[in-house]
Structures are given as C-alpha cells and as structure tokens.
C-alpha cells in the first residue's frame, strides 16, 4: 500500500513538475530575448555621431544663459538705482556676470554635457519603436559601407535640424558677445562633417537603397528626423528654462558687485 501510494503521488506531481519546467525555459527564453533587444539597441545607438546635435545644444544653452544672465543685471541694476555706465563694458558687471555663468555651466555639465542623456533618450525611442530583430537588422546595417555612410548623413540632418529649430526661431545669434568659443567649436565639427559627395545609393549600394526607401530603414530615419529629434530639442529647451529659474535666484551672490559699482560711480 506505501508503494501504490508511493507511486501514486509522484504521478500527481508530474504535471506541476513538468510546468515549473516549461516556465522556466520560458522565463529563460524571455531574459535572454531582452538581453538581446538591449545589446542591439546599444549598438545602434553607439553607431551613432551626437557631436552635431550637442554642439547645436551647447551653443544655444551658452547664448540662453549669456541673455538671462544680462537681463538679470540690468533689472537688478534699475532696481538698485545704479548711474549710468552699468553695462556689460563695466568691469564690476563683467565680474557678476561670470558668477552667474559659472552656476549655468554647472547646471549644463551636470544635465547636459555628460552626454548619457542623449544616450538614454535614444535608447528609450529605439527600443519602443523596434523589436530586438529589428534594431539588430539597423544595427548590422550601419557597419556596412553603404550604412555607414546613411548613417553619416542621418546625423548631419539631425544636427541641420536642431540648428533649423534655434536659427529659423531667432533663438541664436552670431553676434553675441560671450559665446564666440561655442559657435567656433560648432563651426569646425560641422566643416569636419560637411558632406562633400554626392552619393548615388540605387546604383552603387543598391542594399543601403532599399534599405531607407522602406521598411525598418524607412521607419528608423522617419523616427529620427520627427520624434526623436523632439525629444532633444525638449531636453535642450527645460535644462534653457532650469537655467533661467536658477540665474533668477543668484541676486544675493552678485549684489556686492552691484553695490561696489555704485560705491564707485
């Protein structure tokens, strides 16, 4: 009688057995899916040139800082009463304007030029968009010649298109005083990366052709050049307004400056 019983309860425990089986080969198959997906989806990113798009970024956030910085101190100075001389030729000015500068580079290397935010921003889109097979296939792609070039010129108009975004919006200015660093960085990377060939991709890289003409390829550079591009530009825009907001609050810092200059007039 033990034995039948024995016997009879491994048998009841065969089905439960065999399911834990089943789901676990099942949980396997899923995390090693997604250990995939995340392997393909960094490569496409790490593919990629953001040195167009952070440079566009870099020059406008100096520009927007430069001008809330000197608003700032001209408001600061009518409410002070200063005489006349107080503007950016004074050196007391110079001096209270570096002070709100610095605090806005330090705002711009802690969310900005460490660059993971563009890298996490990309990732995220890349990822909701396109299964694992389909970032693989983008991935693979750009380490052709023909994809390699794509993907050049993918970046070249992502970088036109954030600069179309400021320039065409009168958000920058060649002229300003203070950010000539930036925009010289800015002119050199694009000259570097200025595309000087004209390509015929049906003829001489008929895949890299078809490749952006639909499909995976077509819907890739379709997300970048709309909705991904979006997402930078909205980044660039709330770090321009968090600078504003922190410059807004420096008065105390840059008040002896103020009153030294009237001390001195």
């Known amino acids: 009688m033990r034995l039948i019983a024995a016997i009879a309860c491994a048998c009841a425990l065969m089905p439960a057995v065999h399911a834990a089986g089943q789901n676990g080969a099942a949980s396997d198959y899923q995390a090693e899916q997604e250990r995939n997906k995340k392997d393909a989806v960094e490569r496409v990113v790490d593919s990629h040139d953001f040195t167009l798009v952070l440079g566009v970024g870099r ?57 993971a935010w563009i890298s996490e921003t990309w990732s995220q889109y890349v990822s909701a968009k396109f299964s694992g097979e389909q970032a693989d296939v983008i991935a693979t792609h750009f380490q052709t010649e023909g994809g390699r070039l794509q993907r050049q010129l993918l970046d070249w108009y992502m970088g036109e298109t954030m600069l179309f975004n400021y320039g065409f919006t009168d958000r920058l200015d060649s002229t300003l005083r203070g950010s000539e660093s930036e925009l010289l960085e800015l002119q050199r990377a694009t000259h570097a990366r200025l595309p000087v060939e004209d390509i015929y991709f049906a003829g001489k890289y008929p895949d890299a052709f078809n490749f952006v003409a639909k499909g995976t390829g077509f819907e890739y550079a379709k997300m970048l050049s709309i909705p991904l591009a979006g997402a930078l530009i909205r980044h660039i825009d709330d770090l321009a307004r968090a600078v504003d907001a922190d410059l807004a609050q420096r008065r105390l810092e840059v008040q002896p400056y103020l009153d030294a200059f009237k001390a001195g007039s």
């Not at 950016?88 to 110079?94: G, I, M, T």
């Open 59 to 115: 020059f406008y956030l100096k520009q927007c800082a430069i001008k809330t910085a000197r608003r700032l101190l001209a408001q600061w100075g009518r409410e002070a009463a200063l005489p006349p001389g107080w503007n950016l030729d004074a050196p007391k000015w110079q001096q209270a304007e570096a002070i709100l500068l610095k605090h806005a580079a330090a705002l711009e290397a802690e969310r900005f030029d460490h660059r």
